[in-house]
């Protein structure tokens, strides 16, 4: 059984920047495609970057790319996301999330098995 457990979050102002780390225990993120959502208050959970098995090949979404940067470290079997120029709508729960399934749409939640416990940003304007 994978557990994913996220760290980094806080409170920052618009425009600086956090990094976010999910480290893995019980599995290798090696063997998994794994990626970032987040929750906003009274909103769904949505995705925000994933990055394929072997660290190749990353997605955004659309309202993050160019600022957010997903990257992975084997070694530490650690994921991390690099969050720049924060604004105050990136305000969310983030969460990191583990898929079994390589090839399913990478931007649907219900595809990644393993999640973990989120951790809270928060961008002041």
């Known amino acids: 059984q994978v557990q994913l457990v996220e760290s980094g979050g806080g409170l920052v102002h618009a425009g600086d920047s956090l990094r976010l780390s999910c480290a893995a225990s019980?599995?290798?993120?090696?063997?998994?495609?794994s990626g970032w959502f987040r929750q906003a208050p009274g909103k769904e959970r949505e995705f925000v970057a994933a990055i394929s098995w072997d660290g190749t090949i990353t997605y955004y979404a659309g309202s993050v790319k160019g600022r957010f940067t997903v990257s992975g470290d084997n070694a530490k079997n650690t994921m991390y996301l690099q969050m720049n120029s924060l604004k105050p709508e990136d305000t969310a729960v983030y969460y990191c999330?583990?898929?079994?399934?390589?090839?399913?749409?990478?931007?649907?939640?219900?595809?990644?098995?393993?999640w973990g416990q989120g951790t809270q940003v928060t961008v002041s304007s």
């Open positions: 999330a583990a898929s079994r399934s390589p090839s399913s749409v990478v931007s649907a939640a219900t595809n990644y098995d393993y």
């Open positions: 019980g599995g290798t993120f090696s063997r998994y495609r």
